[in-house]
């Protein structure tokens, strides 16, 4: 027995390509200018037309039972770009979170070293100071002296400040 007679997706090939370009279309439609858009429906429906009258048995109103399919697919699509959006927003939040954590410590590392290093060069100079001492003017004696202790000073009152 033979059945000259199909319906559904199985009657509209076509249909299968709706399956794919309509929830597209929905998924991508915020991003679409009113150009785009405009275009994006004359093609959808330049489709439709089209592989309609390419038939060779003509529609019946029965025949749009099988727009179902693109239809489930279309609604099923429309909410993926809201939480991909959602999705999204939480990695953002998180990266952010830990940029923000990284430049901190990354601070508080260059922070610390930098002291290190002016200690270290202070008590580099203090030791060049005491055992050169006869090779300097005295003249200025007081004056390094005065600012070897000013920067010791500078530098114990930023390790007792805490970083941002």
């Known amino acids: 027995m033979r059945t000259m007679a199909a319906g559904g997706l199985t009657r509209m090939p076509f249909l299968h390509c709706m399956l794919f370009a ?5 998924v991508y439609w915020r991003d679409l200018g009113p150009g785009r858009r405009i275009a994006a429906v004359a093609w959808l429906a330049s489709i439709l037309a089209v592989c309609g009258w390419l ?3 003509p529609l019946h109103w029965t025949d749009l039972a099988g727009l179902v399919w693109p239809l489930a697919f279309t609604i099923g699509a429309s909410g993926v770009r809201d939480l991909l959006d959602l999705d999204t927003t939480g990695v953002d939040h998180d990266l952010a979170a830990e940029h923000a954590a990284a430049v901190r410590e990354g601070y508080l590392s260059g922070r610390a070293d930098v002291l290190r290093l002016v200690e270290q060069v202070a008590a580099e100079a203090a030791h060049r100071l005491t055992t050169d001492r006869e090779s300097l ?4 004696l007081p004056e390094l002296e005065r600012r070897l ?3 010791r000073e500078h530098v114990s009152a930023l390790r007792r400040q805490p970083g941002p």
Request: net charge negative; glycine share 0%; no cysteine.
């Open 22 to 26: 309509v929830p597209l279309t929905v």
């Open 55 to 57: 038939l060779p048995v």
């Open 137 to 140: 003017d005295p003249r200025f």
């Open 149 to 151: 202790d000013q920067v």
